[in-house]
């Protein structure tokens, strides 16, 4: 049983709505980036789909290849397991060791940054660069601008850039809030009170979390949020073709089966211009 103390909770009530991708997680901090991935390991997502999926675009080994925000590596050591040469990026510095420690581990070769995909500086290098897991979601429109036009530059001509989102699903486009508690803590250390407000901008098709969490031993609070956008195939095309990139497959899951509008899953396969 959890005990807090008694709080006064009149700040959080005051506290106006935000708007879209006001708000971002602390990714970039050591500790919640720990927590998050020791959370991500629990989800089960089936990784050598993913892994053969990437590597049918591989026509040689080795390929040269971006993992975009790579989290553990568990694509990108499953690629380099496949004998190509793989590169990862991901802000976190917990996901970002463990790749390191499982590619010494595993006697693999394997490159892993730690930094922000925003600033990604490398140009006409890889074979094949993807941004998967649905991460894109979680970037603006602004944002996403930046990291098309510096995947595309990272990539040599002819190269592949594959891109995965989620459709979203009817719980995803409501409002709604509650209190819940955290007993494996995201936010804080210990096992922590949250209060969720899920708002959803119809218009923008953007999805906003703000989760108030309070620490059930120190009582440390703070706010915290994150927004995911739907965006529609037409963004995501006009996204990569003002950067050079002709889209060549579309996919509504990693066996290749075809798109429609029910598809949970968007796979999007481009390729770069000469
Ligand atoms: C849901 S995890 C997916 C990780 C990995 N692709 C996987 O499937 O296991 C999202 C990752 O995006 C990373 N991330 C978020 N914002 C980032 C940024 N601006 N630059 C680099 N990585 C970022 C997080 O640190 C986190 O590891």
């Known amino acids: 049983m959890l005990t807090y103390k008694a709080?006064?909770?009149?700040?959080i009530s005051n506290i106006e709505k935000p708007s879209p991708f006001e708000m971002t997680?602390?990714?970039?901090?050591?500790?919640f980036s720990r927590r998050l991935y020791k959370l991500n390991h629990d989800w089960g997502i089936p990784t050598e789909k993913e892994i053969i999926f990437i590597d049918s675009y591989l026509k040689e080994k080795p390929s040269k290849v971006l993992d975009i925000a790579c989290g553990g590596g568990r694509h990108a050591l499953g690629l380099a397991q496949m004998d190509h040469l793989v590169t990862g990026i991901d802000i976190g510095g917990y996901p970002i060791k463990m790749a390191i420690r499982l590619a010494r581990m595993?006697?693999?070769?394997?490159?892993?940054i730690r930094g922000d995909i925003k600033v990604l500086n490398f140009d006409s290098i890889f074979d094949l660069a993807f941004f998967i897991c649905g991460q894109m979601a979680h970037f603006s429109p602004e944002e996403n601008k930046i990291i098309f036009q510096k995947a595309a530059k990272a990539l040599k001509s002819n190269g592949i850039l594959i891109i995965h989102?989620?459709?979203f699903g009817e719980d995803d486009c409501v409002n709604h809030n509650r209190w819940y508690q955290e007993l494996k803590p995201l936010y804080w250390k210990n096992p922590?009170?949250?209060?969720r407000e899920q708002y959803?901008?119809?218009?923008?098709?953007v999805k906003l979390i703000r989760d108030f969490a309070i620490d059930?031993?120190?009582?440390e609070n703070a706010l915290y949020g994150i927004s995911e956008k739907e965006y529609t195939c037409e963004e995501v095309?006009?996204?990569?073709?003002i950067n050079g990139l002709q889209l060549i497959e579309k996919y509504g899951c990693y066996d290749k089966s075809s798109l429609s509008s029910e598809s949970r899953n968007r796979i999007f396969v481009f390729r770069k211009g000469q």
Not at 192 to 195: D, T
């Open 7 to 11: 709080l006064d909770l009149t700040s």
């Open 216 to 219: 059930s031993v120190t009582q």
């Open 237 to 241: 095309m006009e996204l990569a073709e």
């Open 200 to 205: 959803f901008f119809e218009n923008d098709r």
């Open 106 to 112: 595993k006697s693999l070769i394997a490159e892993f």
């Open 25 to 31: 997680l602390p990714y970039h901090d050591y500790q």
């Open 192 to 195: 922590s009170l949250v209060h």
């Open 165 to 167: 989102l989620n459709k």
